[in-house]
């Protein structure tokens, strides 16, 4: 399996964001398609972990297709909120991916456990397990975190999802104030990534 590179991918997601991801992370001479391209809706993700939800999608997608299909789910862990959205992290958005509802929704379990979390550091961190699947049944997942802490209101107008409100560790910048490139060297995704690149 590791003597044949992949150059041809199928990005198991409908959403922007993560496909301008990976199109950043992925070697140039990969050609990448998205569920977008076959109009494939995602399917319902019903494991109980990140793990289990990336299989779910990369499975889906590859027989949908009978190609290699990489696919992510990620999300972001609150320890004063006992870890949610966590799996649920996209769900907060609604169906229509709002995620300005769902920032509205962390901020406010926030206030009522804490009227006064803005004084505190608030630990939290982004998640990734990235899962690519071969049409012959073989699959492979690897999984990286990034630690840091909820930022007391929404910065900056990069990056997608919850980054306006996570600041990693050791920084002062949300991921919403930091470009794609600075972000793509450091995120979850970027250390999910460095197990799998050995693929491509």
């Known amino acids: 399996m590791l003597k044949k590179k992949i150059n041809n991918l199928l990005i198991g997601s409908n959403n922007q964001g993560k496909i301008d991801e990976f199109k ?3 070697p140039k001479s990969v050609k990448i398609h998205s569920a977008k391209d076959y109009n494939l809706s995602s399917p319902i993700e019903n494991r109980k972990t990140f793990r289990g939800n990336s299989l779910l999608k990369a499975r889906f997608f590859s027989k949908q297709t009978k190609k290699i ?6 999300g972001l862990e609150i320890d004063l909120l006992n870890k949610k959205p966590g799996i649920y992290s996209a769900r907060w958005a609604g169906k229509k991916n709002n995620f300005n509802i769902a920032i509205k929704k962390v901020f406010s379990q926030l206030n009522k456990k804490d009227k006064t979390w803005k004084s505190k550091k608030i630990k939290a961190r982004f998640i990734c397990a990235l899962t690519i699947y071969w049409p ?3 699959f492979f997942t690897s999984v990286g975190k990034i630690d840091g802490r909820i930022s007391k209101s929404k910065k900056g107008k990069l990056g997608f999802g919850y980054d306006p ?3 990693p560790k050791g920084k002062e910048l949300t991921f919403g104030e930091i470009s794609r490139s600075a972000k793509a060297k450091i995120d979850h995704r970027m250390k999910a990534y460095k197990n799998i690149k050995k693929f491509f």
């Open 24 to 26: 950043e992370l992925l």
């Open 69 to 74: 299909c990489l696919a992510d789910d990620s």
């Open 136 to 138: 012959n049944g073989k």
């Open 165 to 167: 409100i996570f600041i």
